[in-house]
């Protein structure tokens, strides 16, 4: 199915203090976020949601269900947020996760980045390159921990089918 319906949550969520913290998108995206960073999609609802199936990819998921992001309009981009972690107890942090990034000749890029507060501007912690229609399980050390830390991934459209994040874990 093609994706037309972004996450929205208005839950507020304690700080995740347990760990590991794994999130694989089977029950939704609690306590997940989206913000849109730059422009608009006239063309449908462009933005970070939760599906099972998407009739333009092979690529297979997991169990069922990952967050996609997708859009038909370049330029336009979306940030999906985690809640906040208190990662002050852990000695080297770092998250684990899968990513596929989906091409019809034009990919969709992919970055993630952190904060140490919400007073923070998103700082970037690498930009995913993997090839193209695969899923390619990455790793990133976590800089500054803190006691509200938060990471988001970040996708603009390029006219390309999308990209997808799967089997996050702190």
Same mark, same amino acid.
């Given at each position: ?55 333009? $990819?092979?690529?297979? /998921?997991?169990? #069922? =269900? ?8 370049? +330029? &336009?981009? *979306? ?59 990455? $790793?990133?050390?976590? /800089?500054?921990? #803190? =006691? ?8 603009? +459209? &390029?006219? *390309? ?10």
């Amino acid at each position: 199915s093609t994706p037309t319906t972004p996450i929205s949550f208005a839950t507020l969520c304690d700080v995740i203090t347990e760990y590991p913290y794994v999130q694989d998108f089977e029950s939704g995206a609690n306590c997940w976020s989206v913000e849109s960073i730059q422009g608009e999609s006239d063309f449908y609802d462009a933005a970070w949601a939760v599906i099972d199936e998407y009739e333009l $990819s092979d690529v297979i /998921p997991f169990i #069922s =269900e990952y967050a996609m992001y997708h859009t038909w309009e370049i +330029g &336009v981009s *979306g940030r999906l947020v985690t809640p906040m972690f208190d990662l002050t107890s852990l000695t080297n942090p770092y998250i684990k996760f899968d990513y596929a990034r989906l091409s019809d000749g034009v990919t969709e890029g992919l970055t993630v980045h952190y904060k140490a507060s919400a007073e923070d501007s998103w700082t970037l912690l690498a930009t995913m390159n993997g090839t193209p229609d695969e899923w390619i399980l990455d $790793s990133i050390a976590l /800089p500054n921990p #803190s =006691e509200t830390y938060q990471i988001s991934f970040v996708s603009e +459209g &390029v006219y *390309g089918y999308g990209v997808l994040v799967d089997n996050f874990t702190v």
